[in-house]
Structures are given as structure tokens and as C-alpha cells.
């Protein structure tokens, strides 16, 4: 962990170097490129020893395989190959090394690379193999048209600036953000008619990177001194279950569970405060004109901790693996698409049972929200005073459930998981069984506005606030101009 907030640390310095010493107005692509590539490597070695060639190997041999196998197959054979390559991994270090342990955890950084090797294979394929025609308007506009070179493919996966903590972002954005094409803005005359138009601006990303590190500070202060007072394994202690009346008991299951995230909210923040240094994750200006740098975001706290339901928790938490599971799973699933993709998301988060618990669990408890949601909410919103009411019974159910269900995740293991849903008489299982079998589900179709749960979505108001900036965001396609680049972007957010 030390280790991880030095290195993480170091990152954060070398970015703000990088964007001022190597920016792309005074350096080639091709040394941006190197200079990323090889920082990224220093620290995988630095925090994780000789452990970081898994890096190196598994970017390798996925490359290899995308440059034989050719572009209608390669997406098959790259997917199983990184995810079967990671869980290799994962077995190893688990029930080899460390059981329960997190010391020189290798597979974290791998679980990003997984999802860049997959992402991209996918990107490639739909860019170089099918027709424009069969996209969706997103595929459409993350379609890679040409086949990366050895180095743009390393440096993807394996930059300074996301090789620890990532986040995912798309090939083509990162590959824009090396060539220096991330502040194009989109204008409208005051007609209504587009205009478009380029500024090449370079937007400060200081004050986004202050607020950042500040948000860090208070994780990490919550997380030392608080967590640890409030134990997850705390519920299932046998005198806490035999002298807790039930109020208290999901009262401490709500506190402990949130107690839990700020390590996450620390790791994340910090993650996206080192890209925004470096001068990536510009996302265009809001209707204030003020400057917005939550492209490759990977959390909104604020919504997580007053999320009302299931779908708003899953929406704002961990978005750029919920984009993933989504692009790589859900939109291509010939059948039980939710289920599917929570299976997925068990596998790539690693081999402990308490993943499986968690996730399995999961399915039901989206499909019991949404059949809810969709059959009791439009009685509530006419009335404001009844919708507040109604929107502070779902918050309560929504905080008890998400902790409820993620109880394994914490604990890791099969025994003390049961342990705590035997205490509690499996009550949110049966209870999601039954909404399951008194309310209708209805179907949404792929590629509708309704989709499931699972995949994150721009809020009503930011899509609101899209269509009064129509920004432009930054995409890079070699075969396209640069007005249907511009277009791509808008509509991706839009949807």
C-alpha cells in the first residue's frame, strides 16, 4: 500500500512534467509515446518487482495474436486470452501465495490491462471488420480503423499515468490526447444552426486537480481514522447477531459497508487527478463556460452515497468498468444479457467465492429494482411532497441493499459470507424472489434509450446541459474528418 501511494505520488509529479515539458505543441507523438511507455514500466517495477513482466507478456502475446489472427477473429481470441491470463494469475496468487492478503498484488494492474486488450480488440473489429451500418451510434464512434503500432498498443496499456489504478479509457481518446487534438470545441451560432468551428486551447487542469487531491485528503483521512472502527466482519460477530436488536443491526451493516468505500473514492480520485495533470480527461466546457475534466471519471460520490436506487448506485460506481461490461458484454449478448455481464464481472474481478456471492446476488437484486421501479415509481412523482417521501423510503432500501449484497465482496470468503446471509435469513433473496414473481418485468430492447441496469448513463441533466454546449470531445479516427469526429463524440454522450 506504501508502496502504491509513493509510486501513485511519484505519477502525479511526472504527469505535471509531462504536460509541461512534453506537451504535445513541443514533442512528437512518437516521444510522448516512449517517455509514457517507459515511466509506466519503472513504477510497475518499482511496486511490484519482477511481477510487472506480466504486464509486458500479456500486452505482447495479445498483440501478436490481433496481428495473426486477423480482424474478424481476433476480438474471440484476445478476449479469452487476456481473461484467461488474468484468472491464471489470479489462481496463483491466491491460493499459491496470500490467501486474503493484498501484498504485491500484480493482478490489479492487469485487470485494467484486460480491459484496455479487450476493449481495443473489440474497437478494431467494429472499425475494421463490420459494416458502419451494423454499429451503434457508440461502437460507431469508438470504431478503430487502422491496426495500432507495437508502441501506441504498449503505451495504451501500460502508460505512467493509469498502469496502478488506470482508469479505462478508449484507445482513441488516449491516442488524441497524445497527438494533442483534445480541445476542439464544437460552437453554434446563435441560429440554432451548427457552426463548428476549432480552437486549439489548452485549458489549465490545476483547480480540477486541487479539487481532486482534496477529496483524496479526506478518503484517506476517513480511511485511517474511521474504518477501522467500524469493521465489516463486525456483523458477523456471534454477540453483535445474538444482542443487536434488527434496527441496529442494518443501521451498523449501512455504516460499516460505507466505511469501506473511501479507500476506493482515494485510489480512484487520485487516479483521475494524475490523468487530469497530464493534461488527459478534458471533456469540454459546461453552459457556464467552465472547464470539465471528467472524461475517464471512475466515481461520482456525491450520487453514490444519495443514490435512491439500485441502477443510480451501479450508474455513478466504478463507471469505466460498468462502460466495459457494457461495450464488451451487454450490447453483444444473444441472450440474458444482465446475467451474463455480472458473470463477466465476477471472472474479471478474481477467483474468491465471496466475488461470485456478491455478484450472483447482484442479478437479483437489479431485477427485483428495476421490476419496482418500473411498476411502482410513476405513482409517486406527481406530487412533490409524496415524492421526497418516496425517494427517502428508496434511498434507506437502496443504502441496506447495496450493503447487503456486497457483504461477500468484503469478507472474500464462502463461510463468514453465509454466515452473515443465514443471520439475516437470506431476507433480501426471498424478498426479491417475490417482487420477481408479484410484478411483471418488462423486456428493454438493445439499443433502445431504456437499457439494463448494469450499464452506466448520462444523467437527464447532463444530457440537458449537452445539448446546450454541444461540445466537442475528442476522438481520433484516421479515415474520418474531423466535423465527423466532432459528431461522434456529441452523439456518444447524447446516448
Not at 476480438?75 to 484468472?87: D, E, R
Not at 453554434?188 to 463548428?196: M, P, Q
Not at 448520462?458 to 444530457?463: I, M, P, R
Amino acid at each position: 500500500q506504501v508502496n502504491f501511494v509513493v509510486c501513485q505520488l511519484f505519477a502525479l509529479l511526472a504527469a505535471i512534467w509531462f504536460r509541461t515539458y512534453l506537451h504535445s505543441s513541443k514533442t512528437s507523438p512518437f516521444i510522448r509515446h516512449v517517455v509514457a511507455t517507459l515511466l509506466g514500466l519503472y513504477l510497475a517495477l518499482f511496486c511490484f518487482g519482477w511481477y510487472a513482466l506480466h504486464f509486458v507478456i500479456q500486452s505482447g502475446i495479445s498483440y501478436y495474436i490481433m496481428i495473426i489472427i486477423g480482424v474478424e477473429n481476433m476480438l474471440k481470441y484476445c478476449f479469452v486470452f487476456a481473461l484467461g491470463y488474468l484468472t491464471v494469475c489470479q489462481i496463483t496468487r491466491v491460493y499459491i501465495f496470500d490467501y486474503g492478503q493484498y501484498s504485491a498484488d500484480f493482478s490489479g494492474p492487469m485487470m485494467i490491462i484486460t480491459q484496455k486488450i479487450t476493449s481495443l480488440a473489440f474497437e478494431i473489429h467494429d472499425g475494421m471488420f463490420r459494416k458502419n451500418e451494423d454499429l451503434t451510434p457508440s461502437q460507431r464512434c469508438l470504431a478503430v480503423r487502422r491496426m495500432p503500432s507495437l508502441l501506441e498498443y504498449l503505451s495504451y496499456n501500460c502508460n505512467f499515468m493509469g498502469i496502478l489504478a488506470g482508469p479505462l479509457c478508449s484507445y482513441k481518446d488516449y491516442i488524441t490526447f497524445i497527438e494533442g487534438r483534445s480541445y476542439q470545441l464544437q460552437q453554434s451560432e446563435a441560429n440554432g444552426k451548427e457552426d463548428t468551428k476549432y480552437e486549439q486551447t489548452d485549458p489549465s487542469p490545476n483547480i480540477a486537480v486541487a479539487q481532486k487531491l482534496l477529496i483524496c485528503g479526506l478518503s484517506l483521512l476517513f480511511h485511517m481514522t474511521i474504518t477501522k472502527t467500524l469493521p465489516v466482519e463486525y456483523n458477523i460477530d456471534d454477540n453483535f447477531r445474538a444482542t443487536a436488536s434488527w434496527p441496529v443491526r442494518f443501521f451498523y451493516l449501512y455504516v460499516s459497508l460505507m466505511a469501506a468505500r473511501p479507500k476506493y473514492y482515494f485510489a480512484w480520485t487520485l487516479a483521475d487527478a494524475i490523468n487530469n495533470a497530464a493534461g488527459f480527461g478534458f471533456r469540454g466546457y459546461d453552459k457556464n463556460g467552465v472547464t470539465r475534466w471528467d472524461l475517464i471519471s471512475n466515481l461520482r460520490i456525491q450520487q453514490i452515497e444519495f443514490s435512491t436506487s439500485f441502477k443510480m448506485f451501479l450508474d455513478n460506481w466504478n463507471i469505466q468498468t460498468a462502460l466495459w461490461l457494457k461495450r464488451v458484454c451487454y450490447e453483444r449478448a444473444t441472450f440474458s444479457p444482465t446475467i451474463q455481464t455480472f458473470i463477466l464481472s465476477a471472472i474479471w474481478h478474481g477467483v474468491y467465492p465471496g466475488y461470485y456471492l456478491t455478484f450472483l446476488t447482484g442479478v437479483l437484486m437489479t431485477l427485483a429494482a428495476r421490476a419496482i421501479r418500473n411498476n411502482i415509481r410513476h405513482h409517486f412523482v406527481e406530487s412533490p411532497g409524496v415524492k421526497m417521501c418516496y425517494d427517502i423510503i428508496t434511498w434507506m432500501a437502496t443504502q441496506v441493499a447495496i450493503s447487503y449484497t456486497v457483504v461477500p465482496f468484503v469478507l472474500l470468503s464462502v463461510k463468514p459470507s453465509l454466515t452473515f446471509y443465514s443471520s439475516c435469513y437470506f431476507c433480501l433473496h426471498i424478498a426479491s424472489i417475490l417482487v420477481l414473481l408479484v410484478f411483471p418485468l418488462k423486456r428493454t430492447q438493445k439499443g433502445s434509450k431504456n437499457h439494463e441496469s448494469i450499464q452506466p448513463v448520462w444523467s437527464k441533466k447532463l444530457e440537458e446541459e449537452s445539448l446546450l454546449q454541444k461540445n466537442t470531445y475528442s476522438t481520433t479516427n484516421n479515415s474520418f474528418s474531423q466535423k465527423e469526429e466532432v459528431t461522434c463524440r456529441y452523439q456518444a454522450l447524447k446516448q
